[in-house]
C-alpha cells in the first residue's frame, strides 16, 4: 500500500507521520511527475483551502486529481481537505474538487480563538481525541453518505464510498485510528479491484449459451 499525501501546504508533515507509524509508505505530491508512480490512496490535510485550491490549479494538479477521485481512488481529507472535497460550501461560493455530496460550512466556529479539543464516538472506532482548529463542520449530507461522528448536533466526520472526511485533525493526536480506517478503505478498494470480474465477456465462439 502507497499513500500519496498532497504536500503543498498545511498539515501534511503530521499525516506522513501517522501513516509511518502504521508502517505505511507514504509519498509527498507537489507537482504533476510525483504522481507517475501508482498509489492506492491520497490524503489532503488542513491547513488553507483557498490556498490548496489555487497550487491545485497552478500547478495542473487539479483536474488529474479530481479524475482520480472520481474514478475511485480512496481519499481523506481533514478539515481544508473536507472543504475541497465538498461539493457545496454553506457560506462560501468558491467550490474545489467537489467530488463528494456534503454541505460544508467554512470556519463554523469561529476563528483562531474557536479551535478547542473534545472527544467523541467515531462510528465503526469508539470515542476519540479531536482536535478542531478554525475547524468547518457538515450542515448535511446526501444519502449516499454517512456521517460518522457528530459534536453535539453538529456532523464532523462522514464517508461516501471511498471518500472520508474528519473537520477534525487526528494527525495532531497519538490516536491512529482514523488512519487504520482510512488504510482499511484502501485495502478494500486493492481487493475489489484485484477480484476476478463477474461481468467478464468472454469472446469465444466456442462457447455460446442460449
Avoid: W
Avoid at 509508505?25 to 490548496?52: C, H, N, W, Y
Avoid at 490549479?57 to 478539515?79: A, D, M
Avoid at 454553506?90 to 478547542?116: E, H, P
Amino acid at each position: 500500500m502507497r499513500i500519496g499525501v498532497l504536500a503543498l501546504q498545511g498539515a501534511f508533515i503530521e499525516h506522513e507521520k501517522m501513516l509511518s507509524a502504521l508502517g505505511i509508505a507514504s509519498f509527498e505530491i507537489r507537482q504533476v511527475k510525483d504522481m507517475q508512480a501508482p498509489f492506492d490512496g491520497l490524503i489532503i490535510p488542513g491547513g488553507e483551502s483557498t490556498v490548496q485550491g489555487k497550487l491545485l490549479r497552478e500547478l495542473g494538479l487539479f483536474e488529474p486529481l479530481q479524475k482520480k477521485i472520481q474514478n475511485g481512488l480512496p481519499v481523506f481529507g481533514t478539515c481544508a481537505g473536507l472543504l475541497l472535497l465538498a461539493k457545496n460550501i454553506d457560506n462560501d461560493r468558491r467550490l474545489y474538487l467537489s467530488t463528494m455530496d456534503i454541505k460544508a460550512v467554512r470556519n463554523a466556529y469561529g476563528r483562531q480563538l474557536g479551535s478547542f479539543e473534545t472527544a467523541a464516538a467515531f462510528k465503526g472506532i469508539g470515542t476519540l481525541p479531536m482536535t478542531f482548529i478554525r475547524a468547518p463542520y457538515i450542515a448535511s449530507i446526501s444519502d449516499n453518505t454517512e456521517a460518522l461522528a457528530q459534536v453535539g448536533s453538529k456532523i464532523v466526520a462522514a464517508r461516501q464510498g471511498n471518500q472520508l472526511v474528519t473537520a477534525f485533525h487526528p494527525e495532531l493526536t497519538k490516536d491512529l485510528r482514523v488512519h487504520q480506517y482510512f488504510a482499511k478503505i484502501v485495502k478494500q478498494n486493492q481487493e475489489r479491484s484485484n477480484a476476478p470480474s463477474a461481468n467478464r465477456v468472454i469472446e469465444s465462439d466456442s462457447v455460446k449459451c442460449s
